[in-house]
């Protein structure tokens, strides 16, 4: 079994990836800036700009799922490091309860 000390470092560990997880997903939607910018009335005209602007709406569409994917993983880390800290705390008051004996 694993003991109290590892589960809360797996619970640390798992905090620190869902932090860089949720710092990073914006930058995720940041991709895309610099082709929205190419996508103007002067500068696309015709059959080109639809086909840009129909791809362009496609691909921002897949980029916010990903930023939604990432932050719902993010979500789940945290929940499974709740679970990691609550199983320690078990596992130590087990740990007491089998120390003092029977009552």
């Given at each position: 079994?694993?003991s109290?000390?590892?589960?809360?470092?797996?619970?640390?560990?798992?905090?620190?990836?869902?932090?860089?997880?949720?710092?990073?997903?914006?930058?995720?939607?940041?991709?895309?800036?610099?082709?929205?910018?190419?996508?103007?009335?002067?500068?696309?005209?015709?059959?080109?700009?639809?086909?840009?602007?129909?791809?362009l709406?496609?691909?921002?569409?897949?980029?916010?799922?990903?930023?939604?994917?990432?932050r719902?993983?993010?979500?789940?880390?945290?929940?499974?490091?709740?679970?990691?800290?609550?199983?320690?705390?078990?596992?130590?008051?087990?740990?007491?309860?089998?120390?003092?004996?029977?009552?």
């Amino acid at each position: 079994m694993t003991s109290p000390a590892e589960l809360e470092k797996k619970a640390l560990r798992l905090r620190e990836i869902a932090g860089d997880l949720r710092k990073e997903a914006p930058k995720v939607a940041d991709l895309l800036r610099g082709a929205k910018e190419l996508q103007t009335k002067e500068t696309w005209e015709g059959p080109v700009a639809a086909e840009f602007g129909a791809s362009l709406g496609g691909w921002e569409s897949s980029v916010r799922g990903a930023e939604n994917a990432i932050r719902d993983a993010a979500l789940q880390f945290e929940r499974d490091a709740n679970a990691f800290d609550e199983q320690a705390g078990d596992q130590r008051r087990k740990e007491k309860e089998k120390a003092a004996g029977p009552r």
